[in-house]
């Protein structure tokens, strides 16, 4: 869902682990990067079991990704591509915290 018009737009993702950022385009080719979400800044990931995202394609299928000055609401093609998303974006960003010492 965007972030200054609440509207669903489809964005294609990035992980990039020695870069530690999770990048999103609005092509599928990687031509338009729209942002990036760093390892460092993300707070938390979960299911947004409340429904909180208004109009959600899918609310079965919405996830959450927070960091410090935005959340992110998410849609997965299916269950098991977000059980997959959610736990390469945790660990990912738990893997970071990791070298913080």
């Not at 899918?58 to 998303?85: G, Q």
């Amino acid at each position: 869902m965007g972030g200054k018009i609440k509207s669903w737009k489809k964005r294609w993702f990035v992980f990039d682990r020695l870069k530690r950022t999770f990048s999103y385009y609005t092509d599928k080719h990687e031509t338009k990067l729209k942002g990036v979400i760093y390892f460092q800044a993300i707070e938390e990931v979960y299911y947004d079991h409340l429904r909180s995202a208004t109009k959600s394609p899918n609310p079965s299928l919405t996830f959450c990704v927070k960091t410090h000055d935005r959340l992110y609401y998410m849609v997965a093609p299916s269950p098991e591509a977000m059980r997959i998303w959610m736990d390469v974006i945790v660990t990912g960003a738990e893997g970071y915290t990791q070298f913080m010492t």
